[in-house]
C-alpha cells in the first residue's frame, strides 16, 4: 500500500480518462459525491445555451420547437444502461421525496385489503418521514421498520410494499435486490426501491432482478447539480393498474385538451404532476452524459476496488484509532464507505480544511463517497493519509473544527 501502488492502479484503470469530464478544483479531493456529484465541465456553457437561445430567443416557442415538453421521459431514457430497465419505464420528476410519496401510494392502492408497509429500521430519514406522511392520510396503514435480517421473515400476506433504501445512506450496505424482490413478491407484495445511493456507482438490473417500483436523487452520482431533480422507475407491466395520488394536468392522457376532469396517460406520464422544470433537467442531462460510453461492470469494479483500496490503506494507516463501519466484504456495500471514530465530526472538519471533502453522519461517522467516474486511487491514498496524520497529532482538536455547523 503506497503512492506508488495507487498510481499504477491509476494507470491501469479504464476509467481514467473519464475524470476529464468534470471540473475538478485544483488541490481538493472530493469524496463526496455520494451527496453532491461534482460539475461536469459541459454544464455551464449547456445552460448558457438554454437560457440564453431557448428560453430567451425562443420564449414559449421552445416546448415545441427544441421539445421541452418530452424532456422528463427523454433525458430520463439516459438512465436506462445505469438501471438496466427499458426507456419507457422511466421518468425525471420532482424530488427522491417526492416521488418516493407517489409511488408508495401507488404501491399501496395496487395492493387492496393489505395495510402494511414494510421498511428496513433506519432506512433514510426521508423515506420512513414520506411513509409517515401517507399514514397520516390513510390511517388505517401500518409502517413496520425491522433490522436487515429480518426483512424475509417480516414479509407476510398483510404486506402491501416492501420499501428500501437499496445501498443504505450511512453504512453503505448493500441488499440484495432480486433475493428481496422475490421474497415480496412470493407474499404478494411489490417492492419500492430507494437507489440514491447506488445510481452510477454499482451495477444495476432493475428489470432482471424483478423490481416493481424505484426511484434515485439526481444530483448525487448522476452529477445533475444542487437539488437536482429524481428520477422514478414504474416497471411497464404495472404502469396500467397503478396511479399517482397528485394527479396533475402533465399526467394527463391530453394535457392540452384541459377537460375538466383527470384522465391518467396511459404510459409512465400518468406519474407526472405539473410543469417540469427544464433548467434543471438541462443540468440533468449533462450529468447522465457524462456516463456515455461507460459500462456498468466497469462502474461496479471501480467501486469495488476504490472503496477497498480505501479501507485497507486507512486501517494500514490508522490501525485500530478507526472502525471501519460499512460491510467489508465489496460484494455487500455501494460506493461509500464509513469509519467510525469518537471524534469524527471534528477529524472531518480538519479533513476539509486541508481540501480533502468528505462527510459526516451521526453519531460518530466519517463517509467518504468513491465517485467511479472521477475518483482515483491517488485520492484514496492521499485521504487516507490525511486521515492517519490528522488522528495522530490531533490536529483536529480545534476550537473551529468542534462546532457543528447546519449541514455536516
Ligand atoms: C437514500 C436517500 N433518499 C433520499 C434522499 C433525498 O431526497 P430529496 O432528493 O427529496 O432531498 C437522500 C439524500 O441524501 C438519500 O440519501
Known amino acids: 500500500m503506497t503512492l506508488d501502488k495507487a498510481r499504477q492502479l491509476d494507470a491501469a484503470d479504464p476509467l481514467r480518462e473519464m475524470r476529464d469530464r468534470f471540473v475538478l478544483p485544483e488541490g481538493i479531493i472530493y469524496l463526496d459525491g455520494n451527496s453532491l456529484g461534482a460539475l461536469p465541465k459541459v454544464t455551464s456553457a449547456h445552460l448558457r445555451e438554454i437560457v440564453e437561445r431557448q428560453w430567451g430567443a425562443d420564449l414559449i416557442t421552445s416546448w415545441?420547437?427544441?421539445?421541452?415538453i418530452d424532456w422528463p421521459e427523454r433525458i430520463a431514457g439516459k438512465l436506462s444502461p445505469l438501471l438496466g430497465a427499458k426507456p419507457n419505464e422511466l421518468l425525471i420528476a420532482d424530488s427522491t421525496t417526492?416521488?418516493?410519496?407517489?409511488?408508495?401510494?401507488?404501491?399501496?392502492?395496487?395492493?387492496?385489503?393489505?395495510?402494511?408497509?414494510?421498511?428496513?429500521?433506519?432506512?433514510?430519514?426521508t423515506d420512513l418521514y414520506a411513509a409517515e406522511g401517507l399514514i397520516r392520510l390513510h390511517p388505517n396503514l401500518v409502517l413496520k421498520t425491522v433490522g436487515a435480517d429480518e426483512l424475509p421473515e417480516a414479509l407476510g400476506g398483510d404486506v402491501a410494499v416492501l420499501f428500501l433504501t437499496h445501498v443504505d445512506y450511512r453504512s453503505?450496505?448493500?441488499?440484495?435486490?432480486a433475493a428481496l424482490n422475490a421474497a415480496a413478491h412470493s407474499v404478494g407484495a411489490l417492492t419500492?426501491?430507494?437507489?440514491?445511493?447506488?445510481?452510477?456507482?454499482?451495477?444495476?438490473?432493475?428489470?432482471?432482478?424483478?423490481?416493481?417500483?424505484?426511484?434515485?436523487?439526481?444530483?448525487?452520482?448522476?452529477?445533475g447539480g444542487p437539488g437536482a431533480p429524481a428520477f422514478l422507475y414504474v416497471a411497464e407491466r404495472l404502469q396500467a393498474s397503478l396511479d399517482s395520488?397528485?394527479?396533475?394536468?402533465?399526467?394527463?392522457?391530453?394535457?392540452?385538451d384541459f377537460g375538466p376532469s383527470f384522465v391518467p396517460a396511459d404510459d409512465i406520464r400518468r406519474f407526472l404532476t405539473g410543469t417540469p422544470s427544464i433548467?434543471?433537467?438541462?443540468a440533468l442531462e449533462c450529468g447522465l452524459d457524462t456516463f456515455s460510453g461507460v459500462s456498468c461492470e466497469w462502474i461496479e469494479r471501480k467501486a469495488e476496488g476504490l472503496t477497498s483500496f480505501f479501507v485497507e490503506a486507512v486501517e494500514t494507516l490508522c490501525g485500530d484509532e478507526v472502525v471501519l463501519a460499512s460491510p467489508r466484504d465489496p460484494g455487500l456495500r455501494g460506493s461509500h464507505v464509513v469509519f467510525a471514530h469518537a471524534q469524527g465530526y471534528a477529524v472531518m472538519?480538519?479533513?476539509?480544511?486541508?481540501?480533502?471533502?468528505?462527510?459526516?453522519?451521526?453519531?460518530?461517522?466519517?463517509?467518504?463517497?468513491?465517485?467511479?467516474?472521477?475518483?482515483?486511487?491517488?485520492?484514496?491514498?492521499?485521504?487516507?493519509e490525511a486521515i492517519s496524520q490528522i488522528i495522530h497529532d490531533h490536529s483536529w482538536d480545534r476550537p473551529q473544527f468542534l462546532g457543528r455547523k447546519r449541514v455536516t
Not at 415545441?64 to 421541452?68: E, F, S, T, V
Not at 418516493?100 to 428496513?120: D, E, H, N
Request: hydrophobic share 40%; proline share 6%.
Open 245 to 256: 395520488p397528485i394527479s396533475g394536468w402533465m399526467g394527463h392522457a391530453n394535457p392540452f
Open 172 to 177: 453503505g450496505m448493500r441488499h440484495d435486490m
Open 64 to 68: 415545441n420547437r427544441h421539445g421541452w
Open 98 to 125: 417526492v416521488c418516493l410519496f407517489k409511488l408508495l401510494s401507488a404501491a399501496v392502492a395496487g395492493r387492496p385489503g393489505r395495510s402494511t408497509i414494510l421498511t428496513q429500521r433506519g432506512n433514510f430519514p
Open 349 to 384: 472538519q480538519a479533513l476539509i480544511a486541508r481540501g480533502i471533502i468528505g462527510d459526516f453522519r451521526p453519531p460518530n461517522l466519517m463517509r467518504f463517497g468513491f465517485a467511479p467516474l472521477y475518483n482515483s486511487y491517488e485520492d484514496a491514498w492521499l485521504a487516507a
Open 192 to 223: 419500492l426501491w430507494d437507489l440514491s445511493h447506488s445510481t452510477g456507482a454499482v451495477e444495476l438490473d432493475l428489470n432482471g432482478s424483478g423490481c416493481d417500483l424505484a426511484v434515485g436523487c439526481g444530483y448525487k452520482y448522476l452529477n
Open 279 to 282: 433548467l434543471s433537467l438541462a
